[in-house]
């Protein structure tokens, strides 16, 4: 697998590297002749990011997503990179995660609404919603989607990830957690959001890598890793951010690190959908930042 380990003193020779129009989405094309090129995913990390008392830096969680941004699409300025993503005649709808005992952090989603913001879209052109999403005028009416939400375990679908992230655009959630959520990729292929997710955000800065029973939570089984995982491709950073937990899961549990339920809709939204890329060797993971304890 193809990766790089940058700090921020590096960051122009990342910047001005291949930018990604043609790499970061070619199974969300469905192109077959695009197929084995290498999508980007950006692992940004910064010891700041969590103050204290644990909750999070909103100055040091806004400089992770602009320099994960600007590294993912090849740009040295923060907001000239986020006009790449999205433009004034947007209508922009943020899905986050309202999980409340790890929700998105609302820091998280004011860092995502101000460089929005920045980029040229209304502030009444934009909106922060997740269960709401269906009753949500911005999201019926949305151009442009982009997708943040924490990395955990999940009881239904080993993995609360990106692709899991878009069950609330589904009146029935039940009706996609069959074998395990397994195809769960083509919520992603429906009118109210096909096309339209322009950045994915996995946010693992306290992942949850264990969970026991029905909505358990357990302190005990989060970790301060304090990074953002974002790609174009929800599939990349899912696989990615599930390398992560896998890893801190065989730390700590001394054993194979597999999750249970298994989160296998990751690799199904690539080889049975063509949502985007779930294999390691075909994703180019740039890391940025703070390197300690990285585990990938």
Not at 32 to 55: H, I, T, W
Not at 98 to 110: H, I
Not at 157 to 181: A, E, L, W
């Amino acid at each position: 697998m193809s990766q790089r380990t940058i700090t921020r003193r590096d960051f122009l020779k990342v910047a001005s590297a291949v930018p990604l129009a043609g790499a970061l989405v070619p199974a969300l094309k469905g192109s077959p002749a695009v197929a084995a090129e290498k999508v980007r995913v950006v692992l940004v990390r910064d010891e700041n990011a969590l103050d204290a008392s644990g909750a999070p830096n909103a100055e040091v969680i806004q400089r992770m997503l602009d320099e994960g941004v600007r590294a993912l699409v090849g740009q040295p300025d923060a907001i000239g990179a986020w006009k790449t993503l999205v433009h004034p005649q947007d209508i922009v709808g943020i899905k986050t995660n309202v999980w409340n005992k790890l929700p998105t952090p609302a820091e998280v989603e004011q860092a995502i609404k101000r460089r929005g913001m920045d980029a040229g879209v209304a502030e009444d052109k934009l909106s922060i919603d997740d269960r709401g999403v269906l009753r949500n005028p911005i999201f019926q009416n949305a151009t442009a989607l982009i997708n943040a939400r924490p990395a955990r375990t999940h009881q239904w679908s080993g993995m609360g990830s990106c692709i899991k992230n878009y069950i609330q655009f589904v009146p029935r959630p039940s009706d996609y957690h069959g074998d395990t959520c397994a195809d769960l990729a083509t919520i992603w292929n429906l009118p109210v959001v096909k096309g339209r997710t322009r950045l994915n955000i996995l946010v693992m800065l306290t992942p949850l890598f264990h969970m026991i029973g029905t909505q358990q939570y357990n302190k005990d089984f989060t970790w301060a890793y304090k990074g953002l995982i974002v790609s174009r491709d929800p599939v990349a950073a899912d696989a990615t951010g599930l390398r992560v937990l896998e890893a801190k899961r065989r730390e700590h549990f001394q054993d194979d690190g597999l999750l249970k339920p298994t989160p296998h809709h990751i690799q199904l939204a690539d080889t049975r959908h063509h949502l985007g890329v779930s294999d390691p060797a075909r994703i180019e993971i740039v890391k940025l930042g703070w390197s300690e304890g990285i585990l990938i």
